[in-house]
């Protein structure tokens, strides 16, 4: 019969985010704010041939950008960290280009659109190797995250496309 040794509480600890972590992850999650907010503005002003399906695709990207700024926020918190989405917060240090007010045409908001979708593509990519040293497990969400993104950018962009 084999016994094991039991821990005490007072040794058990749990990972939490050095501040260079939680930087990166406020980063990211203020960049999927604004696309969430920018994919929005996006939906309610696009004009032109093909408008449902665009109308369509951009709810997939707002929806895919609102629940991974819950995932990263929520994990923000896992971490003990502290997620910050207010709207002054997100409109002061956010990395997407502002969106331009008024209507547009279909193709002008695919280009638009996937641009902003790059930019916060390029800002997970840039936390991501940091991030990796720190929390491997953090890294495979940013690695999902990245796919969810550039696969809705090249269906977005794919609207433009010339053959």
Not at 60 to 69: G, K, M, T, Y
Not at 87 to 104: G, I, M, N, R
Not at 146 to 162: H, M
Request: hydrophobic residues 40%.
């Amino acid at each position: 019969m084999s016994t094991s040794a039991r821990t005490p509480e007072t040794d058990i600890t749990h990972f939490q985010a050095s501040p260079a972590l939680s930087a990166s992850l406020q980063q990211v999650l203020v960049d999927l704010i604004e696309l969430h907010l920018q994919g929005k503005q996006a939906h309610w002003n696009v004009v032109g041939s093909n408008f449902r399906d665009l109308h369509l695709q951009l709810d997939e990207l707002v929806d895919f950008a609102r629940e991974s700024s819950d995932t990263i926020a929520e994990r923000m918190r896992a971490l003990d960290g502290l997620p910050d989405g207010r709207s002054d917060t997100v409109a002061a240090s956010t990395t997407l280009p502002e969106f331009p007010p008024y209507e547009h045409s279909t193709g002008d908001i695919v280009d638009l659109i996937t641009t902003r979708t790059y930019a916060a593509v390029n800002t997970l990519r840039a936390v991501h190797d940091g991030v990796d040293d720190e929390d491997p497990t953090t890294a495979d969400i940013l690695h999902q995250l990245i796919d969810g993104l550039e696969k809705l950018a090249w269906l977005i962009k794919s609207e433009n496309r010339k053959v």
